[in-house]
């Protein structure tokens, strides 16, 4: 009897609750997969606690291992739905951002017609202006060239210091 406790011992056994722990869920979904596949406990202990030994560890461990493949085939393919959804969001974001670019551009370059207009209109006036400051100029001379040349003409001296 004393090498059976030895080997009892020996072997690790379990509580739902350390079995939910190692498996990260819940009590109760153990308590049923425990219930589902009709597993006895190896012994009971204080407050009715039912130990569990290897093989019910490595059933719910296959169990919990093909659960974990379909989880993450399931959260990969969300993940990546998620993923093309933020790039499908992002890409029309994107999208709007040209659209805005291109019709500041169109703004801008409409902008940049009426200002060279504008600045050929100016050239046209400073042209203008050059060329009658030109001309007057030229006429100012030549009334001081006629100024200046003797005429025959005697000038008839008027008032009365102008007599002697």
């Known amino acids: 009897?004393?090498?059976?406790?030895?080997?009892?011992?020996?072997?690790?056994?379990?509580?739902?609750?350390?079995?939910?722990?190692?498996?990260?869920?819940?009590?109760?979904?153990?308590?049923?997969?425990?219930k589902k596949w009709n597993l006895k406990p190896v012994k009971t202990g204080n407050n009715n606690s039912k130990y569990y030994d290897?093989?019910?560890?490595?059933?719910?461990?296959?169990?919990?291992?093909?659960?974990?493949?379909?989880?993450?085939?399931?959260?990969n393919t969300?993940?990546?739905?998620?993923?093309?959804?933020v790039s499908n969001a992002e890409n029309e974001l994107l999208r709007n951002e040209l659209e805005i670019a291109k019709s500041?551009?169109?703004?801008?370059?409409n902008e940049l017609?009426?200002?060279?207009?504008?600045?050929?209109?100016?050239?046209?006036l400073t042209n203008q202006a050059q060329q009658l400051d030109l001309a007057t100029h030229t006429q100012?001379?030549?009334?001081?060239?006629?100024?200046?040349?003797?005429?025959?003409e005697p000038k008839h001296k008027h008032g009365i210091f102008n007599w002697f």
């Open 78 to 85: 969300q993940d990546l739905r998620t993923q093309l959804a």
């Open 1 to 34: 009897m004393n090498d059976k406790n030895q080997v009892k011992t020996k072997t690790k056994t379990y509580t739902t609750s350390e079995l939910a722990s190692v498996f990260g869920v819940s009590v109760g979904s153990i308590s049923t997969l425990i």
């Open 104 to 109: 500041t551009i169109k703004i801008l370059q």
């Open 140 to 152: 100012h001379q030549e009334l001081l060239e006629q100024k200046s040349q003797p005429t025959d």
């Open 113 to 124: 017609k009426i200002k060279n207009s504008q600045i050929d209109k100016l050239q046209d």
């Open 54 to 75: 290897m093989a019910v560890f490595e059933r719910l461990e296959r169990h919990y291992d093909k659960s974990k493949q379909k989880r993450d085939k399931t959260t």
